[in-house]
């Protein structure tokens, strides 16, 4: 089992920039590997990066490319989720989410996730 607690949400304005954090609980962290996701008001929930166990293998959704960055630390059990070039579009809701075996797109793919943390950006 997995608990998963994010935080670093918030109001910024277009153009700025805020870093996630999703701590987990739990001894086999390591061995998961990570996910964000994203839910807009009246939107479907959509894939935003993800990345391996190891930290060696990042996936990233076109629209976030070059302006989002994922990373984790096993150590301390947390993955990160740097956001720069921030756009009123990225406003959401934003979710970590664990799951065994490859870095995956598919949130039904996901085992574990966190209660999300909302980011509003302002133009």
């Known amino acids: 089992q997995v608990q998963l607690v994010e935080s670093g949400g918030g109001l910024v304005q277009a153009g700025g920039s805020l870093r996630f954090s999703c701590a987990a609980s739990g001894r086999t962290f390591s061995s998961y590997a990570m996910g964000w996701f994203r839910q807009a008001p009246g939107k479907e929930r959509e894939f935003v990066a993800a990345?391996?166990?190891?930290?060696?293998?990042?996936v990233y959704a076109d629209s976030v490319k070059g302006r989002f960055t994922i990373s984790r630390d096993n150590a301390k059990n947390t993955v990160y989720l740097q956001m720069n070039s921030l756009k009123p579009e990225d406003t959401a809701i934003y979710y970590c989410a664990a799951k065994s075996g490859a870095p995956l797109t598919i949130a039904t793919l996901y085992d574990y996730w966190g209660q999300g943390t909302q980011v509003t950006v302002s133009s």
């Open positions: 990345i391996s166990w190891s930290g060696g293998n990042t």
